[in-house]
């Protein structure tokens, strides 16, 4: 049981560039998130997927689009990478219905560097 | 808006004793919980404990503990008999309930346990 992983784990981009940041769970879970992280500040909310076939905006969606390829898998591109973008991203994941459904599990993470 | 604010940047504590990390949140909401999670220099985001904020038992883990008053909006996190292992980056996160469960997190304290 892996819980939540995602790849690459390190990326260098330049300017411009595009790419996909792929995660999967193994849970059985509903709901999957993708969230930055930045020196300083707490994470922040990017794309979320309440269940299979839905996406919705978060906080700093700007920049990037998300795929909910199927139930396991929930992918997050950025189209033309951009210096602002540059952060560490994360996955997480959480069931609905019964017992805790309200606690989100993260995956290890994605540090991203655009020159 | 729910907003979560950890004071304290950073705090040292030594092994063997008792540290407090502080956080206050503010929502209008009435159905809500609270977490601590833990990130070590590996970065992954470690759950510690949870609150529900009907509950008014404080939630404890082994040698975490919370403070939880809820009139307050205050939230602190006890660390009893610190271990080196639990130098970290702390983060209090806040969600309320319904279908999009968005974790709102404070901007951290990081707490360095000295030998």
């Known amino acids: 049981n892996a819980g939540v992983t995602q790849t690459p784990k390190f990326q260098v981009l330049k300017t411009g560039q595009s790419m996909t940041l792929q995660c999967a769970q193994d849970?059985?879970?509903?709901?999957m998130y993708w969230y930055r992280q930045d020196p300083g500040m707490g994470l922040r909310l990017i794309y979320y997927?309440?269940?299979?076939?839905?996406?919705d905006k978060g906080e700093v969606p700007n920049g990037y689009n998300v795929s909910r390829l199927n139930k396991r898998e929930f992918s997050l591109r950025l189209e033309s990478a951009a210096p602002s973008q540059t952060s560490v991203y994360f996955c997480?994941?959480?069931?609905?219905?019964?017992?805790?459904?309200?606690?989100?599990?993260f995956g290890p993470g994605t540090r991203l560097t655009v020159l | 808006a729910q907003t979560v604010t950890q004071s304290q940047p950073e705090m040292s504590v030594q092994e063997a004793e008792t540290v407090t990390l502080s956080c206050t949140y503010d929502?209008?909401?009435?159905?809500?919980?609270l977490f601590w999670y833990k990130q070590p220099p590996s970065r992954q985001m470690i759950l510690v404990i949870r609150?529900?904020?009907?509950?008014?038992q404080n939630a404890t883990e082994n040698r975490f503990s919370v403070n939880f008053q809820k009139a307050a909006k205050s939230f602190s996190l006890k660390i009893s008999d610190s271990q080196l292992g639990d130098t970290a980056m702390y983060f209090c996160?806040?969600?309320?309930?319904?279908?999009?469960?968005?974790?709102?997190f404070g901007t951290g304290t990081l707490l360095a346990v000295q030998p």
């Open positions: 997480a994941s959480r069931t609905i219905g019964g017992m805790g459904t309200d606690t989100q599990y």
């Open positions: 849970m059985n879970h509903n709901s």
């Open positions: 997927s309440a269940s299979e076939g839905t996406t």
């Open positions: 929502t209008s909401e009435s159905n809500y919980y």
């Open positions: 609150q529900e904020a009907y509950k008014q």
């Open positions: 996160a806040f969600v309320y309930g319904g279908a999009t469960n968005k974790l709102i």
